[in-house]
């Protein structure tokens, strides 16, 4: 039996806590499963060096992990490597959903802490993050740095994988370390793919995995995407609005 009773095409239950942190423009706790991340944004009046001479914005993130949010302490900079090509994913993730010139001269930093990981980290940080990030546009907005939300859809992540010969989705740690193919997903809430990040942990895979695997994510990702839209006090069952977030 998988975690919390589970299917093999169910994902863990997911729960998202606004303003976990006081001083950031947009903080946010989430858990799935076991892995529980906290995303905050803040709002910088500046750009990078390179945006210098436009009017454009940016969205930048940070990512770590808590030595303890694993079984054995993890030093602080035994992640580096790949801490970096994660919080490149988020993002990317993140600036895909967004009209960057309705953030002028200004940058969004999205930090990511793990407190817990029992896979999926990478997933729930960009889940988080945006949630993060809607919170810290919806600041921008009432504090009259910005003139509309320029966020155009949602973006979410979900682990796939097959283990033991089969599609399975929302991987825990115990899972991951015995699939023969890992994969993260990541999609707007129209349902257009952002990124896919797979391996082979055994031997190649073939086609028919992968559409499984990719028709899973897209299942599995449908209550994220309203977990997302109600934590923001938006319409669970409606698709996202920018305009309906301004109200909320």
Known sequence: MRSHGRERLEARPVSIELSPIRHP???????????????????????PPFLRGTSRGWITAEYGMLPRSVKVRL???????????????????????????GIPEQTVRIDCDVIDADGGTRTAAVTGGFV????????????????????????????????GGE??????????????????????????????HGD??????????????????????????RSQRQALGLDPDAPFDAARLEEA
């Open 132 to 163: 993060a990030l809607a919170l810290a546009c919806r600041w921008m907005k009432r504090e009259g740095r910005i003139r509309r939300i320029p966020i155009r859809d949602q973006v979410a992540g979900l682990g796939v994988g097959v283990v």
């Open 75 to 101: 030093p602080r900079d035994r992640v580096a490597g790949r801490g970096t090509e994660i919080e490149r994913l988020i993002g990317r993730c993140l600036r895909s959903v967004v009209d960057l010139n």
């Open 25 to 47: 423009e947009g903080s946010v706790s989430i858990r799935t499963g076991a892995t529980w991340v906290i995303c905050t944004a803040t709002v910088e009046d500046r750009q």
């Open 200 to 225: 082979a942990e055994a031997a190649p895979f073939g086609g028919a995995a992968l559409e499984g695997m990719l028709a899973a994510a897209r299942t599995g990702l449908v209550p994220l995407f």
């Open 167 to 196: 599609v399975t989705c929302d991987l825990t740690h115990d899972e991951d370390a015995q699939a023969e193919v890992d994969m993260n997903i990541f999609l707007t809430g129209g349902g257009a793919y952002v990124a896919i």
